[in-house]
């Protein structure tokens, strides 16, 4: 029983484009949703974060958009560059609740 | 600054046999987690403690056990290796629960069971 779905498995894009990852999620209990990036052979490591009560967060490139009818979320990385070329992986939890990931995303930002 | 530490890195294990994955934390962090990654899945939770001497079951407990005898070591204990189980464990501790706050990852073990 999947919880978090993530899409796509697999995603490619040139250098300057944007990064698109979406995750959708079934339990409208979830409070809390971040992102983590996992570079080969290194644990993932928090990237962003966001809560239900607001609908966009953005980091510098990096823009999480909620949209809490549709029970989705997305990662959107602006400008990406080949060091952003990483496995994505969305999460979710509800109270003080574990983590739940989503299947992750490998992302591949070539020159 | 050491963070999460995970020994070992690699291991080969046959099948049956048995092995203990350590993890060591320098943060005074109460929660603790015990995950596996798998090509397709993404991270399994395995088992979790809330505190020192507190364990509990995740998603995917099954040929695993846990012991979180001091608060800085979590271990995951494999009592008869099975080929399922080949897979990349990686820690992970956090000061509050994973809604509150962030959780800081080792950098894995990769084990084969052959």
């Known amino acids: 029983q999947q919880q978090v779905k993530q899409s796509p498995q697999s995603l490619i894009v040139q250098k300057g484009g944007i990064s698109i990852i979406n995750c959708a999620y079934e339990n409208t209990a979830f409070d809390y949703f971040p992102w983590y990036q996992q570079f080969p052979g290194k644990g993932p490591a928090l990237l962003i974060a966001i809560r239900p009560d607001v609908s966009e967060k953005k980091e510098g490139r990096f823009t999480i958009s909620f949209n809490k009818s549709a029970k989705q979320f997305s990662l959107h990385i602006m400008d990406s560059q080949p060091g952003d070329s990483a496995t994505y992986f969305c999460?979710?939890?509800?109270?003080?609740?574990?983590?739940?990931f989503g299947t992750g995303t490998r992302l591949q930002v070539f020159p | 600054n050491a963070g999460v530490t995970q020994t070992p890195k690699f291991r080969v294990l046959k099948t049956g046999q048995s092995m203990t994955l350590l993890c060591a934390q320098d943060m005074n962090h109460e929660y603790m987690y015990w995950y596996r990654q798998d090509p397709g899945m993404g991270l399994r939770l395995i088992h979790y403690?809330?505190?020192?001497?507190?364990?509990a079951k995740g998603e995917v407990p099954d040929g695993y056990n846990v012991s979180r005898l001091k608060k800085q070591n979590f271990l995951l204990g494999l009592e008869s290796a099975a080929p399922s189980q080949t897979s990349v464990y990686f820690c992970?501790?956090?000061?509050?629960?994973?809604?509150?706050?962030?959780?800081?990852f080792g950098q894995g073990t990769r084990l084969t069971v052959v």
């Open positions: 992970a501790s956090s000061t509050d629960p994973p809604s509150e706050t962030e959780a800081f």
């Open positions: 403690s809330v505190g020192e001497g507190t364990t």
């Open positions: 999460a979710a939890s509800k109270g003080t609740d574990k983590l739940i």
